[in-house]
């Protein structure tokens, strides 16, 4: 089983529509959580790190339930440059210092007009 | 523009021969970390830097991988020996000491790399 599993899509949606993204994660000694972004042949960036009380940035609004091990992206008034590739990921701190990043497969979002 | 630079942008290169990539991460960033990333994957942990020390190797990193950062800035990854099944996007994160789990790693732009 990997460790953190996402549906890999894709999402073909209209302009304005709201969708929503579910992971979930195996490891429960994992301490932080985030969703990046990834445009096409492109390197990942942060769109936003995940709380259990729930954290919301514009229209982007994420979830963390930790005792059932899932997080969830929800966006709202879908534009088409939200077209991406959205990948879940959970941080482990190693021992010694630093983190190690575990990222689902990601699920690839088309918006159409 | 993140900051993170990573050169090659590309390579291409014949089964058994021998690549290096350089990564340049943000100036003040003390952690450097590289990943690996095949077609329809998410990146995958390789190796993690703190400084000049590689304090983390996954099981993915064969020996015939071997990553430094002389200085504490940049950092090198040599593949010896290629196979096909290194072809891959490998990319390279730097970040910042700071609170044990919310730190922010940035990614550079990744070296793509096809073995024939």
């Known amino acids: 089983r990997k460790e953190v599993e996402q549906d890999p899509g894709p999402f073909n949606v209209p302009e304005g529509a709201t969708v929503a993204f579910n992971c979930t994660y195996s490891?429960?000694?994992?301490?932080?959580f985030f969703w990046y972004r990834q445009d096409c042949r492109k390197e990942p960036k942060l769109l936003m790190s995940v709380y259990s009380s729930g954290n919301e940035d514009g229209r982007f609004t994420a979830q963390l339930n930790r005792a059932s091990q899932y997080i969830s992206l929800l966006i709202r008034d879908s534009k088409l440059s939200d077209s991406a590739t959205y990948l879940c990921?959970?941080?482990?701190?190693?021992?010694?210092?630093?983190?190690?990043?575990?990222f689902g497969t990601g699920t690839q979002l088309k918006v159409e007009l | 523009d993140t900051g993170v630079s990573q050169d090659p942008r590309h390579k291409i290169t014949k089964r058994g021969q021998n690549v290096t990539f350089r990564c340049d991460p943000i100036s003040e960033h003390n952690r450097l970390y590289w990943y690996r990333q095949t077609l329809g994957q998410g990146p995958e942990f390789l190796t993690y830097?703190?400084?000049?020390?590689?304090?983390?190797k996954s099981r993915l990193l064969s020996d015939r991988f071997s990553a430094e950062r002389p200085k504490g800035s940049f950092s090198t990854l040599e593949i010896q020996r290629t196979e096909q099944g290194d072809s891959a996007m490998y990319l390279c994160a730097s970040s910042e000491q700071g609170s044990r789990h919310m730190e922010t790693q940035y990614f550079g732009p990744g070296t793509r790399l096809l073995v024939l």
């Open positions: 490891n429960s000694a994992s301490q932080s």
């Open positions: 990921v959970v941080n482990r701190p190693f021992t010694g210092g630093g983190n190690k990043l575990t």
């Open positions: 830097f703190q400084n000049e020390a590689q304090l983390e």
